[in-house]
């Protein structure tokens, strides 16, 4: 599997916005950039994925580089249910199948 | 349900004995996997079932570590002789299926103490 380089902890003031970065230099053309999160004492949640195009959905937004060897998931206005470790993961796309691989992600911490 | 049940949620065992921890995935899922989670650790891939094909068990730690799916469905991941260092919350998913769009529904997992 490709490998993402995420920072190991970010820190951020409730509802301010957030950008945590991911850095996937060795991305094939058909990885998917995926998103989870994991709050404390749960499994992780899916959070969001892209391709190419920026993507936007309830929780987030999804801007990937032009040359797609970096993104940054922006959490728009923080709350203090937003800590978690935060999870950028390559998937392959196409006909191929399978696991996730989950590196050590990037604590986010949010203060009041 | 709504989504992916796991139990039993604690289990407390004895080194040397046999567990079994069952994960229940979302109707009509036809992948499930399975990972574990030690203490401040990340996530580590266990085993991967995908429809009727032969399942992804290159995440096994040893052949302590056995896990098999029923009819598609249920799946029951098995540790013999459990030893201290299999202590670990395990963790289940399950997706819609092969397409990458999908993404993976977690449960709760089961945390499992070997004492």
């Known amino acids: 599997d490709a490998k993402t380089t995420q920072p190991n902890s970010m820190e951020s003031n409730e509802e301010e916005p957030v950008h945590l970065p991911c850095n996937h230099s060795t991305i094939s053309g058909t990885d998917y950039i995926h998103w989870y999160r994991q709050l404390p004492s749960q499994g992780p949640e899916y959070v969001i994925h892209g391709l190419t195009s920026n993507v936007n959905n309830r929780m987030a937004s999804l801007a990937i580089a032009e040359d797609r060897k970096s993104s940054t998931l922006i959490l728009h206005r923080a709350t203090l249910r937003d800590a978690a470790v935060y999870y950028c993961i390559l998937r392959a796309g196409g006909t191929s199948y399978g696991k996730l691989t989950f590196g050590q992600g990037t604590i986010l911490t949010v203060h009041p | 349900g709504a989504g992916v049940s796991q139990s039993p949620s604690n289990k407390v065992t004895e080194k040397g004995k046999d567990v079994e921890l069952r994960c229940d995935p979302i109707s009509g899922h036809t992948a499930l996997y399975w990972y574990r989670q030690s203490l401040g650790q990340g996530l580590e891939f266990l085993i991967y079932?995908?429809?009727?094909?032969?399942?992804?068990k290159s995440g096994l730690p040893s052949d302590r570590f056995s896990a098999e799916r029923t009819g598609g469905s249920v799946s029951t991941l098995t540790i013999q002789r459990t030893q201290q260092e299999d202590s670990a919350v395990y963790l289940c998913a399950s997706s819609h299926d092969r397409n990458v769009n999908y993404g993976y529904t977690f449960g709760s997992g089961t945390r499992l103490t070997v004492v």
């Open positions: 079932f995908q429809g009727n094909s032969a399942p992804d």
